[in-house]
């Protein structure tokens, strides 16, 4: 799976890079005919007839979903697809001590209750602790690029600002937290189109949802009363 919009050299750049195979400026172990997937969050229309035109096997706009992906593959590996739609998880097993019980609705406050219960369907025992995973992953993520936002918007840096809201953008809608994407939106599309006027106010209402979205992570690792 490739992003296109990566720092450094973009996922048209990088294919090309990996299709000319060993030899080239960059050594890759994997042959150069392995499919390789498309990934974007800017989804557009036609998108997808262009990024196969430009030698991609396959396409899948972020956030995707589960169901999504196993489609995809098993199209591309040759396995029957059940047409179950999402993967049944197994059945649940008493969960482990100290996993994390299931909140009610309330709790997730600035998460998508949908979103959160695919992620529990993923772990419904815990027992590979994906909640806390992705909890200390969102923290690591945005203790990292919140000092690249400000130092950015202070700058006058609009490139920069738009680096970080596309970055966030895609990772907060994969774990429901969907205010905070369409914020991230709002600000890739003010720099995009040059109506930077009320981009303070943007960023400032990002950085309170991101503060929103963290107490709510943190809540549902919170054990049951």
Not at 116 to 139: I, M
Not at 174 to 184: D, E, Q, T, V
Not at 192 to 208: C, I, K, M, Y
Request: glycine share 10%; hydrophobic share 45%.
């Amino acid at each position: 799976m490739m992003d296109i919009q990566m720092p450094g050299m973009d996922g048209v750049e990088a294919l090309g890079w990996f299709r000319r195979g060993p030899g080239e400026r960059f050594a890759f172990r994997t042959p150069p005919t392995t499919p390789v997937v498309a990934v974007t969050a800017n989804a557009l229309g036609g998108d997808r007839e262009r990024f196969l035109g430009l030698g991609f096997d396959e396409y899948l706009s972020k956030p995707f979903r589960q169901s999504q992906l196993h489609t995809m593959l098993s199209q591309r590996l040759n396995i029957p697809d059940t047409g179950a739609g999402e993967l049944t998880p197994a059945p649940a097993e008493p969960a482990l001590a100290g996993a994390p019980a299931s909140p009610p609705a309330a709790t997730a406050g600035a998460l998508d209750a949908q979103a959160l219960q695919r992620l529990r369907d993923l772990d419904p025992t815990g027992a590979n602790r994906l909640l806390e995973r992705v909890v200390q992953a969102f923290e690591t993520s945005t203790g990292r690029l919140l000092p690249q936002l400000d130092e950015a918007h202070a700058a006058g840096d609009l490139d920069g600002v738009k680096h970080v809201a596309h970055t966030l953008k895609s990772s907060s809608a994969s774990i429901g937290a969907l205010k905070l994407s369409a914020l991230c939106a709002d600000i890739e599309g003010m720099i995009r189109n040059n109506e930077v006027q009320a981009l303070g106010s943007r960023v400032a209402a990002l950085r309170a949802e991101i503060a929103s979205v963290r107490g709510s992570l943190h809540a549902l690792l919170l054990p049951a009363a």
